[in-house]
């Protein structure tokens, strides 16, 4: 099939790979001149585990290229997915200013096309694909949805660190469909995917993709306010959920208390289905104590430390992991800018190491000092914050520690364990 694919960042440029690799042709369009060119170059932007060689793949196989140019791509296309960013506003409401843009772009190029189908991929809040999307489709093209075009919700569930086995392995596909003809277009692309189809209406395909995330929000902070409970009873949180998650009315999955969520999804989903229940006039106070239970997850990590080792004025603070989750460079609301940003306004010396992600990192602190490893990171410092669960860090053992000034370890991700490193102190464990 031949796909456009409006937005090539994270979800855009994993997706496009995935179709490429079961043999579609894929034209990826981003307004990013840089990022075309690394594209067609065979080098990813991000860093995404695989990408690169089942990028250099696709490109070698001509199933895949990128331009800036999204009318030519449109009308080269029978199939148009939108994957742009769908950022919070300042009031934590959804800013669709990349969707209005990206289906404008398209309604113009539909203007001088025959029937193609347009899928929003970017996660938008319920009745934006009725309410915004289509409306301008139909106003930039001169047609109307259904006729001279189709349209489909087609929420993306992959998870950074893992996107190209996500996209092409999905625990399902999700369609919701303006009408039959649109969904049959769309369905033709995943039936070898081996993942069950739920075809259903828009706004319901809207609204799986808010209360999913939410979801996951909400199991990690109830994870969190049991482990803060356990801390006090001197267990470990990690035992009890893994008694929890043996029910078979759970998952075990996604139970991982520590220091909290962030990324580029969870925070801005989560306000952005506050913001709309409040305009729907509904209170909803359980997402509001999720959200608010995670702010003062952060907050605890910098409070033990302060607890084990005072002020943290001028104290070297090694800082462990800065991606917001591993196996990605992606620092979007990640727990560590929290946690630097109190160190920072503290007085402590951070001393950050990430195996991925410093350089993003040093747009938002050019100040603290980055090492080249994990040993650099520790030498002579006065605590360690382990803040995101990079596999690198699960191999340390006691001895990596011992350049440290004081042997102060907090642990805020479950990496270390008593066998290898006895003396860490886990948020919760
Ligand atoms: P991103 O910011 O990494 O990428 C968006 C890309 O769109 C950027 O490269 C930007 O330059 C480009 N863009 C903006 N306007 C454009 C236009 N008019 N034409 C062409 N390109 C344009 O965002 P992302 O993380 O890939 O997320 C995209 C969407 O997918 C969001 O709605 C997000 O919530 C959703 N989502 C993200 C993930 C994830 O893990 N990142 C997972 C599932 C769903």
Not at 353 to 375: C, G, S, W
Request: net charge negative.
């Amino acid at each position: 099939m031949k796909i456009a694919i409006i937005g090539t960042g994270y979800v855009g440029l994993c997706t496009g790979v995935g179709f490429a690799s079961k043999g579609n042709n894929v034209v990826c369009v981003d307004i990013e001149e840089e990022k075309v060119n690394k594209i067609n170059s065979g080098v990813p932007p991000i860093y995404e585990l695989d990408l690169e060689d089942m990028l250099k793949d696709s490109i070698k196989s001509k199933n895949l290229r990128a331009t800036t140019k999204s009318q030519e791509a449109v009308s080269a296309s029978e199939l148009i997915l939108i994957c742009v960013g769908t950022p919070s506003d300042e009031k934590g409401r959804i800013d669709l200013r990349y969707v209005n843009q990206a289906a404008q772009d398209i309604g113009t190029a539909l203007k001088d096309c025959d029937y193609k189908v347009v899928a929003v991929k970017s996660t938008v809040i319920p009745e934006t694909v009725e309410s915004v999307v289509i409306p301008i489709l139909e106003e930039y093209s001169g047609k109307k949805a259904g006729d001279g075009f189709g349209v489909c919700m087609n929420p993306e569930f992959l998870r950074e660190g893992s996107a190209l086995k996500d996209v092409l392995h999905p625990d399902r596909t999700v369609i919701g469909e303006f009408d039959k003809r649109s969904g049959d277009v769309l369905e033709r692309l995943y039936k070898n995917f081996n993942a069950p189809i739920l075809r259903t209406k828009i706004k319901v395909a809207e609204l799986i993709k808010y209360a999913n995330n939410g979801f996951l929000a909400t199991k990690i902070s109830y994870s969190n306010e049991i482990g803060n409970i356990c801390k006090r009873l001197g267990v470990d949180v990690y035992d009890v959920m893994k008694g929890v998650g043996m029910d078979h009315r759970f998952s075990p999955h996604f139970f991982s208390a520590g220091a909290g969520w962030g990324g580029s999804c969870f925070p801005k989903d989560v306000a952005a289905l506050i913001e709309k229940a409040k305009e729907l006039n509904y209170e909803p106070k359980l997402l509001e104590e999720v959200v608010a239970i995670n702010k003062r997850q952060k907050v605890r990590m910098v409070e033990h430390l302060e607890k084990r080792v005072g002020d943290v004025k001028d104290k070297k603070i090694s800082v462990l992991g800065l991606s917001f989750k591993p196996n990605t460079d992606d620092i979007r609301e990640a727990s560590s800018l929290d946690i630097i940003k109190s160190l920072v306004e503290k007085g402590a010396n951070v001393f950050a190491y990430d195996p991925q992600a410093m350089e993003l990192m040093k747009r938002e602190f050019p100040h603290i000092n980055y090492t080249e490893n994990v040993a650099e990171s520790l030498k002579d410092a006065d605590a360690c914050l382990i803040v995101t669960e990079w596999d690198e860090f699960k191999k340390l053992k006691n001895e990596d520690f011992d350049s440290m000034k004081t042997r102060v370890i907090l642990e805020g991700r479950k990496v270390l364990n008593k066998d290898d490193v006895p003396e860490f102190d886990g948020i919760c464990w």
